[in-house]
């Protein structure tokens, strides 16, 4: 595509698709809801929080916890749930603003198909981040607080941030990375161990959402989004993912170099950085469709190390 930006960067409506608040109106009624069998419901209300992306923001804390102190009790299973519950509110209301970018780039999503109302969305946002930060008041004021702001970031990343394309990479990435500071917090102490983890998440997720960004070209620039590769073009974006990449690799290496590591974390964490290399020489040749490929990759690596950590941390 070039660095050049595509007539939409200026003009959102250039190719009729709207990124605004949908009505009623543009979807099936509420009758047409009702009838349709449960079980398409209960699947399409399951795609629209993505429970199986939820699944690592629960071992985030997980991580965090157990890298400052064994054992469990009460604070461990509240901090577990509440970053999940968080995440799959923000999905949801991601999923409410993006319904006509979806029927470009993800027309099986649950709304642009018909099987989830945009007002069922919205109220799965609300209920879910209502039910998160009751969840966090247990654990005390500030885990409260934690758990609003990012109820609340989500909320404006899916409204606005996104569209500015780095700044909304890196407040996604930010909530993962936090996800593992959350549980350290929760026990007590942020240790530097934590530190290192944290910064391996944030660098990993950084080169998945900008790979991701490229995967959405189309839809993206049909809505008049200001991605980094929209602004900044293609190539630009997989430097970009290269060295998001190079630095997770990096930074992998850190918490063993210092012995803060064991040997499960040693061996998981070298599966993971083999896993970014094969990353690295498949942003290549970064289509839309090689993209994806990346986004896979790294989203494999991600979860090859966070369970290496958590494990690794449960040996010692």
Not at 106 to 123: C, D, F, T
Not at 125 to 144: C, D, E, H, W
Not at 199 to 209: Q, V, W
């Amino acid at each position: 595509m070039g660095s050049s930006e595509p007539p939409t960067a200026h003009n959102p409506h250039a190719h009729g698709i709207h990124r605004t608040s949908p009505t009623a109106s543009q979807y099936k009624e509420t009758e047409s809801l009702r009838a349709m069998p449960s079980f398409e419901r209960v699947k399409g209300f399951l795609q629209l929080i993505r429970p199986k992306n939820a699944l690592l923001a629960a071992i985030g804390p997980l991580v965090g916890w157990t890298s400052v102190r064994p054992g469990a009790d009460l604070k461990l299973a509240l901090v577990v749930v509440i970053p999940p519950l968080v995440l799959m509110a923000g999905n949801s209301i991601n999923d409410f603003y993006d319904i006509e970018i979806d029927r470009v780039n993800k027309p099986w999503r649950p709304i642009p198909r018909g099987v989830v109302h945009p007002r069922e969305a919205v109220l799965m946002y609300l209920i879910l981040t209502a039910f998160a930060v009751s969840l966090a008041v247990m654990l005390g004021p500030l885990m409260a607080a934690i758990a609003l702001l990012f109820s609340l970031a989500y909320l404006l990343y899916a409204a606005r941030i996104k569209a500015t394309g780095l700044p909304g990479n890196a407040l996604v990435s930010l909530g993962v990375a936090f996800t593992l500071i959350y549980g350290a917090l929760a026990a007590g102490q942020v240790t530097d161990k934590v530190l290192y983890y944290s910064s391996i998440a944030f660098t990993a997720n950084m080169a998945r959402e900008i790979a991701k960004t490229v995967e959405d070209l189309p839809g993206d620039s049909a809505a008049g989004l200001r991605t980094f590769p929209i602004v900044a073009g293609i190539a630009a974006a997989r430097m970009l993912t290269i060295a998001f990449t190079l630095a997770t690799i990096i930074l992998t290496l850190v918490p063993a170099a210092l012995g803060l590591s064991g040997m499960i974390y040693k061996v998981g964490s070298g599966l993971a950085c083999l896993s970014l290399a094969v990353t690295v020489a498949s942003a290549r040749d970064m289509t839309p469709e090689a993209a994806s490929r990346v986004s896979n990759l790294l989203k494999f690596a991600m979860t090859l190390g966070i369970i290496s950590m958590l494990l690794d941390n449960i040996a010692c």
